[in-house]
Structures are given as C-alpha cells and as structure tokens.
Antibody
C-alpha cells in the first residue's frame, strides 16, 4: 500500500536550518510529482512546493522562495525539503503528498521555530 | 495566484441529512491538457488531510458513495447525501491546475 513517512522536524531557532525527508513506499516513486504542504497550528492548509517526476522542475510558494529547496532522490524513494533562514511563521506541521491531485498524504512532521 | 473561496466556513449538520459545500475559483481551472485539477479533501482533528474527490467528480477508491462532487470552470460543489458521524471535520477544496497550488480556507462540519 502507498506510504509516505515524513521525518526531520523539531525545534529550531529563527535563522537556522532544517532538512525534512519524506520516505515513500508502495508505489513507483519516480513516476509521480510530489508536493510539500504545511499547516500552522489551528490554521488551514498552505502549499509550499512541488517537484516534477525527475526533479528537473520545481515551483515554490512566494513565502518560501529563496529560503526552501525541494529535491528528490528517486534511487532512495525519498523527497526532501531543505529549509534555511527559518522564521517563526514557518512553524507548522509539514506534509508530503503524492501527485498533482495530492491523493496520498503522510502523517506530517512538526517544525517549531522559536527562540 | 488562484484564490479559492469556500462557503460556508461553518456547517452544522443533522445526522442522516444532506449537506453541501461550495468552492469558487478566481479563474477557470481547466488546464491546457483538458483536465480540471480540482479536488476535495477531508481532515479530521489530529489527522492528515485525506483526498475524497479529484478532477471535480471522481471519488478516490474507498471513499463512500454518499460523497459526490460536481461543477465546472470556476464553480464546484461537494455533496454528502446523508451525513454520518465520521464525516465531521474540515473540508478543503484545492486546485492544482496552476502553480502555486491553492486551497480554500476550509469548511468546518459539525453535528448539530
């Protein structure tokens, strides 16, 4: 069955960096585009970034452009989100989701940016 | 960016009765490939979102047939034919036709 498992979240100070991972299994990872979506505590869903099947095309929300980098390693069936220059407003649960239609989601990993 | 406007934002419902949520996009969601990448998702408290409906009206495998989606262009509707207790939570519409993908603010469904 399709599984997406995020990891790498934690508590970090403003201005620092963190890298999230999303381990995929149960499907041909390299055949799908992948999203990162986040959700601040008590708030709605906020799209972060998308990456094409082979990693050649990437698109970011304006709020993270220049600070976050989405990437993937199809040989490891893993999606990444490198987050630099973190801000308090980046505090959220970060989810990875499969395909344009976001048909499967992971359980999420919590990132807390606080001094 | 495409703005997704959901109504209502709060929906008290009676068990066994129908319910309906609307979503309007600020521009057409018809992609150049002919598809309309519009989805409905459901999120229960403490859980990740779950896709219910994709490309306007297609139910994901395992989604009960009491859920149905309709619409075209810029106006879309999610209907629940008979609400069950497990249907509480927040419903989001989402478009992935144009980057950045965008979500509606969410409709909170609760039992009266």
């Amino acid at each position: 069955q399709v599984q997406l498992v995020e990891s790498g979240g934690g508590v970090v100070q403003p201005g620092r960096s963190l890298r999230l991972s999303c381990a995929a299994s149960g499907f041909a990872f390299g055949d799908y585009v992948m999203h990162w979506v986040r959700q601040a505590p008590g708030k709605g869903l906020d799209w972060v970034a998308i990456i094409s099947y082979d990693g050649s095309n990437k698109y970011y929300a304006d709020s993270v452009k220049g600070r976050f980098t989405i990437s993937r390693d199809n040989s490891k069936n893993t999606l990444y989100l490198q987050m630099n220059s973190l801000r308090t407003e980046d505090t959220a649960v970060y989810y990875c989701a499969r395909d344009y239609i976001a048909d499967y989601w992971g359980q999420g990993t919590l990132v807390t940016v606080s001094s | 960016d495409i703005v997704m406007t959901q109504t209502p934002l709060s929906l008290p419902v009676t068990l066994g009765q129908p319910a309906s949520i609307s979503c309007r996009s600020s521009q057409s969601l018809v992609h150049s490939d002919g598809n309309t990448y519009f989805s409905w998702l459901h999120q229960r408290p403490g859980q990740p979102p779950r896709l219910l409906i994709y490309k306007i009206s297609n139910r994901l495998s395992g989604v009960p047939d009491r859920f149905s989606g309709s619409g075209a262009g810029t106006d879309f509707t999610l209907k629940i034919s008979r609400v069950e207790a497990e249907d509480v939570g927040v419903y989001y519409c989402m478009q992935a036709t144009q980057n950045p993908a965008t979500f509606g603010r969410g409709t909170k469904v609760e039992i009266k």
